[in-house]
């Protein structure tokens, strides 16, 4: 008979949500794949898509969930994030971005110590 494994599991939640600062959500469609917390921009057929190194000045906000490709997502308009729990495409680094987010009032903010 074999032995059982303990199976050991954590979870590290991050803090997204840095302020009080008003957020405005907007929907659309998917246009890829989009993880959660990532910023986000419209492609050529004006669906969402993860921002791009091209395309960082078109960015449109942040997705609040995950969605699959043509699946409804919810992003955030505007609002206050940890720049640490943005979830960013390996191309672009959040200092890529941070100006053109700032235009939208989405403020990033480093983590709390």
Do not use: C, H, W
């Not at 917390?37 to 960082?56: C, F, L, Q, R, S």
């Amino acid at each position: 008979m074999g032995e059982l494994a303990i199976q050991t599991r954590s979870i590290e939640p991050k803090n997204f949500f840095a302020g009080e600062f008003p957020t405005l959500t907007e929907t659309g469609t998917a246009g890829a794949a989009v993880k959660q917390y990532a910023p986000i921009m419209k492609d050529e057929n004006g669906k969402i898509v993860a921002v791009t190194k091209e395309g960082k000045e078109n960015v449109i906000g942040i997705t609040a969930a995950a969605a699959e490709e043509d699946e409804p997502v919810v992003y955030y308009m505007t609002g206050e994030f940890f720049a640490d729990a943005l979830e960013m495409p390996k191309d672009v680094t959040v200092d890529d971005i941070k100006d053109a987010l700032r235009k939208l009032s989405i403020f990033l903010r480093q983590e709390r110590r």
